[in-house]
């Protein structure tokens, strides 16, 4: 459980300071954001599981960062909007 904590903080994070960063690529952020904070994420922390094969926890683990900093973005843009 701890592993899953740290790892939606870490999201969390590297996804706030990336909305903070003005986009100038050709992608929008609800795509780009997401897709560098799970890679971030990735290499900085790890996964929830010990070795190179790939198992359901990994399917689970991807799903869940980038789901995370997906809403984040969304809820961001969607804050935004509504002030």
């Given at each position: 459980?701890?592993?899953?904590?740290?790892?939606?903080?870490?999201?969390?994070?590297?996804t706030g300071?990336?909305?903070?960063?003005?986009?100038?690529?050709?992608?929008?952020?609800?795509?780009?954001i997401p897709l560098i904070s799970s890679l971030i994420t990735k290499y900085v922390y790890g996964d929830w599981d010990v070795g190179y094969?790939?198992?359901?926890l990994d399917a689970l683990?991807?799903?869940?960062?980038v789901g995370i900093s997906y809403i984040t973005v969304r809820l961001t843009k969607?804050?935004?909007?509504q002030n």
């Open positions: 459980m701890e592993r899953i904590i740290y790892t939606l903080i870490l999201t969390l994070l590297i300071v990336l909305l903070l960063i003005k986009n100038r690529s050709n992608f929008p952020d609800i795509v780009i094969a790939f198992t359901t683990y991807w799903l869940f960062i969607w804050y935004q909007i």
